[in-house]
């Protein structure tokens, strides 16, 4: 089952066939308020509970011709409901209305010139021409594609038209009846000029969305919903981390089913900030929640002993966290019945659990490393929305500025910012080195202007001077990022003078430090995290 609202709200749904930019599409449509979500294009549409007024085919890796090539479920043309194909989707309309593709002809990448041949009445009046009616004659598309539209579909009740060409390639098509399109370019990518707005045609003005989707005032569907999922002699425990995500999680929770029958638990799993789990106890005290805090040092370290690879710590960390909670749920038995947990959108994509998405990067603690059984409900309040919807419903549900602005931390914590083995002393000195790193950004001004900043400990030590010694101690990197989404990231431009100050200050106060470099990789093609 995916992630829904109730089926008085209305959206697009969009069928992943494995492409890049398919979480981009997602996110454009929520930027113009428009409700989406993602399924796989193997999945069907009763896994949506939303109403459905439109369908966005995304592009893909495949190429139509081949036998393996996923294809177009039945019940999409069944619904009788506008449908855009985008890139390997265009190809799969074109295919589906026996039209031709013309297989790895020519590979187009990059940007590329759009030109509209027709007259401009037909993109100012006609159904066909709706999306690109404010679209300059010429204009600029990002394009990714091997395989081309070769002849017009030809389907006895519908007329196709060639909307715009490129140089090389039929880039869009449209029905007379102004239903289906096909995108050979990418109007998600922001390279492609008047992309945002092809969207929203195609949502507002083609698929006829009536209800706005508003962030700051999805309160109540989300505390209906709530109240659908859990019954009324429940109780619920929130996994809370003190994070942002968990945060709002919990306050939401207490606010739609009342302070009493919810618990904030924490665990500590020693592989948190310096100091984090007495902050986020008087963090969430100031708020009116009281959290139990378990301490489970012990238990993570005892089974990370040894293990270097990323994957296998990720979901030790995961499994070690699922069992604290079911050791808690047992000795609470009569008390709880569900667990409820902070995942947001991002997370579930990224994992490769919303849409189609056979390239997961890497398992996302909480959402990926969940074991097949688990001794209570799971419920995810917050699995259908972005980060900055999470933020814009703290603000609703009057959490602090400075908690819902806080940097992204991931679950597994310090257990991902070691690269390779853990022990306490690794821990410890991170902590130490990442707590000056920190306090020296708020101090600066600078931690609201970067995404993300934290220090990660490298498996390696270097040659150094202190005083009259040599040293050969361990090294750090510190990373400061900038993003909207997580899904890319730039480097922070930190200052020099700064990025030197806080060296100077880690090296002469943590003991066993003795090397500081500073990360300067975007994402892609690194990860924000390093493992
Ligand atoms: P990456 O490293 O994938 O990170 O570029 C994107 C964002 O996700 C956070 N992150 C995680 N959060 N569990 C989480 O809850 C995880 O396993 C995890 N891995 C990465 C990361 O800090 C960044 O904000």
Redesign the pocket.
């Known amino acids: 089952m995916h992630p829904s609202l109730s089926s008085a709200h209305e959206g697009i749904l969009i069928l992943d066939y494995g492409s890049q930019y398919t979480l981009l599409i997602a996110r454009r449509l929520r930027e113009l308020q428009v409700y989406c979500e993602v399924i796989s294009c193997e999945d069907s549409i009763q896994d949506s509970a939303f109403t459905v007024r439109g369908i966005i085919l995304s592009g893909g890796p495949d190429s139509v011709s081949s036998t393996s090539s996923r294809s177009l479920p039945d019940w999409v043309m069944d619904l009788h409901i506008p449908v855009l194909g985008i890139c390997y989707g265009m190809q799969l309309l074109v295919r589906y209305f026996h039209g031709s593709v013309r297989c790895g002809s020519k590979r187009e990448y990059g940007k590329s010139l759009l030109q509209l041949p027709m007259q401009p009445e037909v993109y100012q009046n006609t159904a066909a021409g709706i999306l690109w009616k404010d679209i300059l004659p010429e204009s600029t598309v990002w394009m990714s594609h091997g395989d081309d539209v070769e002849t017009l579909p030809r389907h006895q009740n519908i007329t196709f038209h060639i909307m715009a060409k490129t140089q090389r390639s039929i880039a869009a098509i449209a029905s007379s009846d102004g239903r289906y399109f096909g995108l050979q370019y990418h109007p998600e990518v922001e390279h492609t000029q008047g992309g945002t707005d092809m969207l929203k045609r195609f949502a507002y003005d083609v698929c006829k969305i009536q209800s706005q989707w508003d962030s700051g005032n999805m309160l109540s569907y989300l505390i209906e919903h709530i109240l659908q999922q859990v019954e009324k002699h429940e109780r619920v425990c929130v996994a809370c981390?003190g994070?942002v995500?968990s945060t709002v999680c919990l306050v939401l929770m207490s606010q739609a089913l009342g302070a009493d029958r919810v618990q904030g638990v924490f665990v500590d799993t020693g592989l948190l900030r310096l100091n984090e789990a007495q902050n986020v106890q008087s963090m969430l005290e100031k708020l009116g929640i009281s959290i139990t805090i378990l301490h489970k040092q012990q238990h993570f370290y005892e089974r990370l002993q040894g293990v270097s690879d990323p994957e296998k710590k990720?979901q030790i960390?995961?499994h070690a966290f699922i069992d604290c909670f079911a050791e808690f749920a047992q000795n609470h038995k009569q008390d709880y019945h569900i667990l409820a947990q902070g995942?947001?959108y991002?997370?579930v994509i990224?994992s490769g659990h919303g849409g189609y998405n056979p390239q997961v990067?890497?398992?996302?603690?909480?959402?990926?490393a969940l074991p097949d059984v688990m001794p209570f409900k799971l419920i995810e309040p917050l699995r259908f929305l972005f980060k900055d919807e999470v933020r814009a419903l703290g603000a609703e549900l009057k959490i602090p500025h400075h908690i819902l602005w806080q940097?992204?931390?991931?679950?597994?914590g310090l257990g991902?910012r070691i690269a390779g083995s853990i022990d306490m002393e690794k821990i410890s000195l991170l902590q130490q080195a990442d707590a000056i790193y920190l306090k020296a950004l708020r101090s600066a001004n600078l931690y609201d202007r970067v995404?993300?900043a934290?220090a990660v400990l490298l498996p390696v030590k270097s040659v150094g001077v202190m005083g009259d010694s040599r040293t050969h101690q361990w090294v750090v990197s510190l990373r400061a990022v900038t993003?909207s989404d997580?899904?890319t990231?730039e480097v922070a431009d930190l200052p020099l003078s700064f990025l030197t100050e806080v060296a100077e200050s880690i090296v002469s106060q943590v003991s066993g430090i003795n090397r500081v470099l500073f990360d300067i990789t975007t994402?892609p093609p690194?990860?924000?995290?390093?493992?």
Request: proline share 8%; glycine share 10%.
């Open positions: 981390s994070g995500d990720r960390i995961g995942t947001l991002s997370d990224e990067i890497k398992t996302h603690h909480n959402v990926g940097h992204p931390f991931p679950g597994p991902v995404w993300q934290f993003a997580a899904m990231a994402k690194a990860t924000i995290e390093w493992e």
